[in-house]
């Protein structure tokens, strides 16, 4: 570690790993336990790279405070209490950087002194493009082949029931055709997903900034006009800017639709609110519909609680394309239970 570095560290406690430590690519802090609070005491020149926080700021600071989301706080202070006990230990994490969320492989090593100061070192792996390239594919793969395969089947199955009785008009027969009917929308629709999906992944800038409000105006004035039988409410504020661009639209755009779509009430209700988190740097973005619960398989899948399986992908690629466009954005999606009865989907993204 550098001088300016290791500035407020003892000098009595700078042994000589401090060349070996400065020229590791990954993200490593030196941290004391003040009151079970990672108090940071030094960093390398790759973390402040990696995380895009002046030495200077950080140094003397809660390293909790700085890089830790407020929702994974709980975490955060389990793996501080391993490190604090003399443990050892490693975890799959997400933190927040200067340009939002990223993952990182988290190893912490704890030490200490003669003094019985406690403390330890934390590096960062980034595994972020590694760790949301692997997933797109794997979820691709599953998604297209499975529900492509599937439908294909029904197609190909009913159709061949309609050819085999074309002089007949039974109601056998009128439900095949009504299922090819629906199994060839599913198709058009899981194809249009895929190309928002394309276009998101090809074309999304995390530089960008945006209004979210008028898109989600667009989105529910949209909607209404589409589905006159829904009822769907804005609570909207007059302007948030958030990290993002157009996609985001696109991605509202699918929460609504499945809202809906998967509903099977006369008057399916659909809310659209958007507000910055309190005392937070985080906007929420929240779709609360009064339909049936989003599968926990599904919801525990798209949120990164569980891996990708040939049993496990979500049904379409509606949800992952709100969580991927939030992931691009430095942001994550969550699930809960809604005040009116059905899903509440949450979009956090960096507040400007």
Request: charged letters at 30%; glycine letters at 6%.
């Amino acid at each position: 570690m550098s001088d300016e570095h290791l500035s407020g560290r003892d000098a009595a406690r700078a042994p000589d790993y401090r060349h070996v430590v400065e020229h590791i690519q990954d993200a490593v802090v030196e941290f004391e336990f003040v009151d079970g609070d990672p108090i940071v005491r030094a960093v390398n020149e790759a973390f402040v790279d990696v995380f895009g926080y002046a030495a200077a700021g950080v140094v003397g600071e809660s390293l909790n405070d700085w890089i830790v989301p407020d929702w994974r706080r709980d975490e955060a202070e389990r793996l501080d209490e391993q490190t604090a006990a003399g443990a050892a230990n490693h975890r799959h994490v997400t933190r927040v950087t200067a340009d939002g969320l990223r993952e990182f492989l988290y190893r912490s090593v704890p030490y200490r002194t003669e003094r019985t100061t406690r403390g330890g070192f934390a590096l960062y792996t980034d595994l972020t493009e590694l760790s949301r390239n692997r997933r797109r594919m794997r979820v691709l793969n599953r998604v297209l082949r499975h529900n492509l395969r599937n439908r294909a089947t029904v197609v190909l199955g009913h159709t061949t029931t309609l050819l085999d009785a074309v002089d007949e008009r039974t109601d056998e027969h009128v439900a095949a055709a009504a299922a090819v009917e629906r199994a060839a929308r599913d198709l058009e629709r899981l194809a249009a997903e895929a190309g928002d999906v394309r276009r998101l992944l090809d074309g999304s800038d995390a530089g960008d900034t945006v209004d979210v409000v008028p898109l989600a105006r667009r989105v529910v004035a949209d909607h209404h006009r589409r589905e006159p039988d829904a009822v769907i409410e804005a609570a909207l504020p007059d302007s948030l800017v958030v990290a993002g661009n157009a996609h985001l639209e696109t991605a509202l755009d699918a929460l609504v639709e499945n809202a809906i779509r998967h509903n099977p009430a006369a008057e399916p209700r659909v809310r659209v609110s958007a507000r910055p988190a309190d005392a937070t740097d985080w906007a929420r973005i929240e779709v609360a519909d009064d339909g049936p619960p989003i599968p926990a398989d599904e919801r525990a899948v798209v949120a990164g609680e569980t891996d990708v399986t040939p049993t496990r992908h979500a049904s379409g690629l509606g949800l992952w394309l709100v969580a991927w466009a939030a992931e691009t954005f430095g942001g994550d999606l969550s699930f809960a239970e809604s005040d009116l009865g059905g899903n509440l989907v949450r979009v956090r993204l960096p507040a400007v």
